[in-house]
């Protein structure tokens, strides 16, 4: 059994936008006895520690935005990059473009992109649309994958602004400062810790080409989930067999 576990959150720990199961609780809290858990998500720290409800208050790390603001179990800060404004201009102007090759109407036009200091979220339908449409918008990941490849050289044009882009959750596009994704953050958060790369692992829904998870393929080992569900089956069994 590893020492270090890295998980994404939405549809990896909770159901997207949404809180960890009931059921789930005792599972994540005993392997959070028993080894460091750590969050990666593009959601900031405060909504990863809502989502995860106080009864896990102090039992884990969060690398919030893509790990661009990572805190301690306590809440202390230990690095946060927060995006800067040219930086944030070029990625508002490419979501307004995109919406515009999109062109279908959403719910709520303030819900689709959400300016979490070092990260954008930009929700194709919303992000608190009801989560049976969000499972159900885009589960292949095709639209986003379509709208990516016919603005290619729109993302090309974000690299020169110092931006990247990727899939998240199950409707989003995660933007951040080019580089600075989950893969490098986690590198460097075990640098920081001191802690073998052997002794670590990551868990996530979108390790595929593209995913805001694929990035850590290569740092530690990962393991593949295709929802939540299959994060607690998984770990229930390391935790009866270790």
Not at 4 to 12: A, K, P, S
Not at 127 to 145: L, S, T, Y
Not at 215 to 224: L, Q, S, W
Request: hydrophobic share 40%.
């Amino acid at each position: 059994m590893q020492k270090h576990f890295f998980f994404d959150l939405d549809n990896t720990l909770t159901p997207s936008k949404s809180l960890i199961e009931a059921a789930h609780l005792p599972i994540l809290k005993r392997l959070a006895e028993r080894a460091d858990v750590i969050v990666v998500s593009g959601h900031g720290e405060a909504d990863i520690r809502s989502h995860l409800t106080e009864a896990l208050h102090g039992a884990f790390y969060t690398l919030g935005q893509n790990g661009n603001r990572a805190n301690t179990k306590d809440g202390d800060i230990l690095w946060n990059n927060s995006l800067q404004q040219g930086q944030r201009d070029s990625i508002l102007a490419f979501i307004a473009k995109a919406r515009a090759l999109l062109n279908y109407t959403v719910r709520d036009e303030n819900d689709i992109v959400e300016d979490r200091d070092s990260q954008i979220a930009f929700s194709l339908i919303g992000h608190h649309e009801d989560k049976a449409k969000k499972d159900a918008f885009d589960p292949r990941h095709e639209i986003r994958f379509k709208l990516l490849t016919d603005l290619a050289s729109d993302v090309e044009a974000l690299k020169v602004a110092n931006v990247e882009v990727r899939i998240g959750g199950t409707t989003n596009l995660d933007f951040f400062e080019y580089g600075k994704n989950k893969g490098y953050n986690v590198n460097l958060f075990i640098e920081k810790m001191g802690w073998d790369k052997l002794d670590c692992i990551y868990i996530g829904d979108a390790l595929f080409p593209g995913g805001n998870d694929e990035t850590v393929v290569g740092v530690i080992a990962t393991h593949a989930v295709k929802d939540y569900k299959e994060t607690y089956s998984y770990l229930s069994d390391i935790l009866l067999n270790s």
